[in-house]
């Protein structure tokens, strides 16, 4: 106490400003308060926080605080919605999460959604995720983190949702009132209560007519990045117009996910960006513009509900008053534009040019930086949402670790260390034994049950257990280098792989990965990563409004990828030649899989 009047004391008797002085006063008042009174403990640490509003007292209090500022990613997620705050130094300082089946059982959801009776329509209750929004800023404000210091924001949203705004809600989001709860002002804003998300898988009628309309799926692909999918919000938005035109015409904007959560924030509609509205099936991914023809396949004057598009780092704008003055939000603070949570994890995973990003978890998924896609009937290709010229590409593979295990079980009696031990005392090629192993239909490609070849490409009924092993892992491996070079991809000197998930904490699995495309296999740690490359966006989005910055640069003090594995010598002219035959064989599987299909 008595170094704390020490320095109040010392204060004073500096020249200052009469607008100082006053501040001056009201900081010895109440620090002398604070201190003597008992009564004052249990809010010792919001009074101060609100001192901190103003910069004299701040500066006074705390002269570091002049320099500490904030970036703030959310993130719509389906079940749950997160808040990551990080530093001027890309460390995390705060993350918070509402869970909507825990914090809001009002809605009546489970894991976030309702299911209908047709077991193929799937939405959300866009009040739940507005009424989130309240609950984490309430959160947020109590905390002890000084929004005032926030110098911009962020965030992402499940891919694919759309949000239907009712005509005259514009107005309303533009005056907003700071005395009541944000989901109490916009009950009434909405023409469609319950928003389809990315789970649905109702509107193979409309995917078949978008396809045709612009002449077929891969016509469809090459302009939008994918062939019609039943999740992609086109075919969502078809889906509404056919079955409730008057909804439809009711509707003043529609949002995907991300682009309405940014919204809410900006106070006025928010435009969807590049990255994900590549996943709507309806924006022209080179021109980087609505496809007329796709639109018009879909319904009549979309293209002025939907309004503009604009690059992932784009700055919408500043905070909309009302969290400046219900929240204590800066008038300063920036948003940048909101993305999908694919795209918004490239970021968090920190790629950069000519990088892979495996995820090897329930189900493998491939994130590539690409420069020139060639889109096709698998995979994605969506627009960049760090260096918004380029591309990323997204490969799913069904059959992930729950195939590994079981594999672990059938030949190394369930041991992890056993499984790594042979795998190791066999050799880089198999001998040219290949196995394809698909316990579900697999995703990548269409095809199911396990089919093993020799060195002669002839079928094997099975393997000796050894072999089994190094089948299944250079299988997938193999799997995952072919499918990314038809998507475009290409394996440079630079190229590095960045390994998450469970089989990435497996030195010997990554260094089969490693030998297959042959570059160097880092490991990252990914917890939240949408969330937190959803704050990387927010710090890199004003270092590109003030100059060029490559995302790389701004991230340049967060914590790097550790080196894991480097491939061998040699691996590069074995894979070489087995990648080819992989080929033909997974060729002939699928035709396999095709013809009992039919049969």
């Known amino acids: 106490m008595g170094g704390r009047v020490w320095e109040i004391c010392l204060f004073l008797n500096k020249p200052c400003t009469p607008s100082e002085q006053q501040c001056v006063g009201l900081v010895r008042v109440t620090i002398s308060w604070l201190l003597i009174d008992p009564r004052a403990r249990g809010v010792r640490h919001t009074v101060l926080q609100l001192l901190t509003t103003c910069s004299v007292c701040a500066t006074f209090l705390c002269p570091t605080m002049d320099s500490e500022s904030y970036y703030l990613g959310f993130d719509f997620s389906t079940q749950q919605l997160k808040v990551i705050a990080i530093n001027e130094d890309l460390q995390v300082v705060h993350e918070d999460n509402v869970q909507f089946d825990r914090d809001l059982p009002e809605f009546g959801t489970q894991g976030g959604i309702h299911t209908h009776r047709d077991k193929l329509t799937v939405t959300s209750p866009v009040l739940m995720w507005v009424k989130a929004l309240d609950m984490i800023l309430d959160r947020l404000k109590s905390s002890g983190l000084n929004l005032g210091r926030v110098r ?6 499940q891919q694919h949702g759309s949000v239907y705004w009712k005509k005259g ?6 005056h907003l009132n700071a005395a009541l709860p944000l989901h109490s002002l916009l009950e009434a804003c909405f023409s469609i209560m319950d928003s389809p998300i990315w789970m649905d898988s109702s509107t193979s009628t409309e995917c078949r007519h978008l396809e045709e309309a612009v002449g077929g799926a891969q016509e469809l692909a ?3 990045g994918s ?15 056919h ?50 023809m796709c639109l018009d396949a879909c319904a009549p004057n979309l293209k002025e509900k939907l309004g503009s598009v604009v690059p ?8 909309s008053s009302y969290y400046v003055h219900r929240y ?40 590539l930086w690409i420069q020139d896609p060639t889109p096709a009937l698998e995979g994605h290709i969506f627009c960049n949402p760090v260096q918004h010229q380029d591309y990323m590409a997204l490969l799913c593979f069904k059959n992930g670790s729950l195939m590994r295990e079981k594999i672990r079980d059938d030949c190394s009696s369930g041991s992890w260390e056993v499984f790594s031990q042979v795998l190791t005392s066999t050799h880089p090629g198999n001998n040219g034994n290949i196995g394809f192993y698909f316990d579900a239909m697999e995703i990548t490609p269409q095809a199911i049950g396990v089919h093993r070849f020799n060195s002669d490409s002839q079928k094997f009924s099975e393997f000796p257990k050894d072999v089994e092993i190094r089948a299944l892992i250079e299988g997938q491996f193999m799997a995952k280098r072919i499918h990314a070079e038809r998507l475009g991809y290409k394996i440079m000197p630079q190229t590095r792989i960045l390994a998450t998930g469970g089989a990435s904490r497996n030195q010997d699995i990554l260094q089969v990965l490693s030998d297959v495309f042959n570059a160097p296999v880092y490991t990252i740690a990914t917890a939240n990563s949408a969330c937190l ?5 927010a710090a890199h989005g004003l270092t590109v409004e003030t100059s060029v910055s490559p995302f790389a640069e701004s991230l340049k003090s967060s914590e790097g990828h550790q080196l894991a594995v480097t491939p061998r010598p040699g691996a590069d002219k074995i894979y070489g030649a087995l990648l080819k035959r992989y080929a033909e064989c997974e060729n002939a599987v699928v035709r396999g899989s095709q013809s009992r299909c039919r049969n």
């Open 227 to 241: 062939r019609a999918y039943e999740r992609f919000t086109g075919n969502q938005i078809a889906k509404v117009f």
């Open 169 to 174: 809600t514009r107005d309303q989001l533009q």
């Open 243 to 292: 079955q409730n035109a008057e909804v439809y015409s009711q509707t003043e904007r529609i949002s995907l996910v991300s682009s309405f959560a940014a919204s809410l924030f900006l106070g006025d509609y928010a435009p969807i960006d590049y990255s994900d509205g590549s996943g709507m099936n309806l924006l022209n991914i080179r021109e980087k513009i609505w496809s007329e």
């Open 328 to 367: 204590g939000f800066s008038r300063e603070c920036k948003i940048v534009a909101f993305t999908g949570d694919n795209p918004a994890s490239l970021a968090g995973m920190r790629l950069q040019r000519d990088d892979i990003a495996v995820s090897l978890g329930t189900s493998d998924t491939l994130f």
């Open 533 to 537: 490359g959803s704050a990387y966006q």
């Open 222 to 224: 090459n302009i939008s």
């Open 312 to 319: 992932s780092s784009s700055v919408l704008g500043s905070v």
């Open 152 to 157: 911009a924001l962020s965030g992402t949203g």
